[in-house]
């Protein structure tokens, strides 16, 4: 873990002449402070962290990284430039280190950390199922090595920094996922992490809004593939089946390993079973061998994120017996959750967030499932000039799985439309207004042997609709 000497250190160059302290974990929401920690006050448009630091105190941190005078009279060193100046003896704790930013100094203080360490970084991106993979690929690290990885989605300018933080010099492997929104950021945090293999997932229209055309997200996800080192410690894992992520092998100087459906691949499945909530079966071939799987990963797209973790076990050098059986112990499915209904009907909670891609899978898992099917699809946003196209995608697919497609919100009624233009009967469709809508509608509707699947964009509130339906609100 971080000491109070790398802070100093990363921060102004020297350290003091005090006993050094271990930083136990850096957070940024004062609820989240445990004994020992540093809180970073953030300031945000509507929530400034500062306003937090005595609560943050109150949990136990002995530390805050500030930017600007604190409330409460509490001591404070000043480490902005022009200003350092601090005693030769410890001061009194809690304490506060004031910079001039404190994103990034806290961001500072991990690439320092980062570069004390010998340990190997494996970075992932991509338009859809970074979480899954990460922790599948975490799952089947730790058959052999202490592996740290993010917590939750942490893959931003900050959240990122704050897992390395967590570091420490027993650790051999980070798993680490990065997020992307504009061109340049997964350049600064690789800068950051310094990873060794990269990851790519795939590369669809979720962000475009933000980002702008596929081919902007592909450049910007490229980021990762062009930070790593040269082969033969670099390593590049790429989705074969994806033409936008296999071009990025020109841009690499990393070794390159391919994996997907194509047996042009490096490593790639065939035989894909869907099992519905059991899981799926498929066969791997790598190198003239073949291993036969059934893995408890819902939904057949999964066999993707099941060859990522996979490659990354082969490429850090584990025996198909250890990723095997990371591949069958690893708690991987976040984003979907089944649950029953108060009415007995089997709802598929998939309300995280939406992309065409993900709506696709989800309702590609609805199509293996056992009665009346019913979709319950909301906006997805930030596709930009993919808006019309990706929901009328999805419409055209929900209408040959669904017995019951019911939408929500102005994109929504997009869906309905692209439905209806493939046959899919007018009084099987229902475009209502938002979630409260949904609610009231599927209350009286849903019965025992009905199978939903509730998903959109999380700005729908959509979970809110499977927590009332659950009988949790």
């Known amino acids: 873990m971080i000491t109070l000497e790398v802070v100093f250190e990363a921060l102004i160059g020297k350290v003091p002449h005090w006993p050094d302290m271990v930083i136990t974990d850096a957070v940024v929401d004062s609820r989240k402070a445990i004994p020992g920690s540093m809180f970073v006050a953030v300031p945000g448009e509507n929530v400034d962290g500062h306003d937090f630091i005595e609560d943050a105190f109150s949990q136990g941190a002995c530390f805050a990284l500030v930017q600007k005078e604190p409330p409460g009279g509490f001591t404070v060193l000043d480490l902005r430039p022009g200003f350092v100046s601090y005693p030769e003896e410890a001061v009194e704790m809690p304490c506060c280190l004031r910079v001039e930013d404190t994103v990034q100094a806290l961001q500072k203080v991990a690439q320092h950390w980062r570069r004390k360490l010998d340990i190997r970084v494996i970075g992932i991106t991509g338009s859809v199922g970074k979480t899954t993979t990460k922790e599948l690929i975490a799952s089947v690290l730790k058959q052999r090595y202490r592996t740290l990885k993010n917590p939750g989605n942490l893959n931003n300018e900050i959240g990122l920094p704050l897992t390395i933080w967590q570091m420490s010099q027993g650790h051999d492997r980070a798993v680490l996922e990065m997020g992307f929104y504009v061109p340049g950021e997964i350049e600064f945090l690789c800068d950051i992490a310094k990873p060794s293999v990269g990851i ?233 207004e938002d979630s409260e809508s949904a609610i009231e509608f599927l209350d009286d509707y849903l019965h025992q042997g009905d199978v939903v699947l509730v998903k959109g964009s999380r700005g729908m509130h959509m979970g809110r609709i499977v927590a009332v339906l659950e009988g949790r609100l």
Not at 204 to 225: F, M
Not at 371 to 399: N, P, S, T
Request: glycine content about 10%; overall charge negative.
């Open 200 to 432: 790519i997932t795939n590369i669809g229209t979720v962000h475009a809004e933000r980002a702008g055309s596929q081919e902007t997200i592909a450049h910007g996800k490229a980021e990762l593939v062009q930070a790593l080192p040269p082969a033969p410690d670099g390593v590049a894992i790429l989705n074969y089946d994806d033409p936008l992520v296999r071009g990025m092998a020109e841009k690499a100087l990393a070794q390159c390993f391919f994996y997907g459906l194509d047996p042009k691949a490096d490593l790639w499945a065939d035989g894909i079973e869907g099992l519905g909530l059991e899981g799926i079966r498929f066969r791997l071939h790598y190198r003239g061998e073949t291993i036969y799987m059934r893995i408890p990963l819902i939904g057949r797209h999964s066999v993707h994120t099941a060859l990522r973790a996979a490659a990354v076990g082969l490429v850090e050098g584990l025996t198909w017996h250890e990723i095997v059986n990371g591949l069958r112990s690893g708690h991987t499915q976040l984003r979907l959750v089944a649950v029953r209904a108060q009415s007995g009907a089997l709802l598929l909670d998939d309300t995280y967030n939406a992309s065409p891609q993900s709506m696709m899978a989800a309702l590609n898992l609805l199509d293996e499932l056992d009665g009346r099917k019913i979709a319950v699809l909301g906006d997805m946003l930030e596709l930009g000039r993919y808006e019309r196209q990706g929901h009328e995608k999805v419409g055209i697919r929900a209408a040959s799985i669904a017995d019951i497609l019911i939408t929500l919100g102005e994109l929504g009624k997009i869906i309905a439309e692209a439905a209806t233009w493939v046959g899919m009967p007018k009084d099987k469709i229902f475009s209502l």
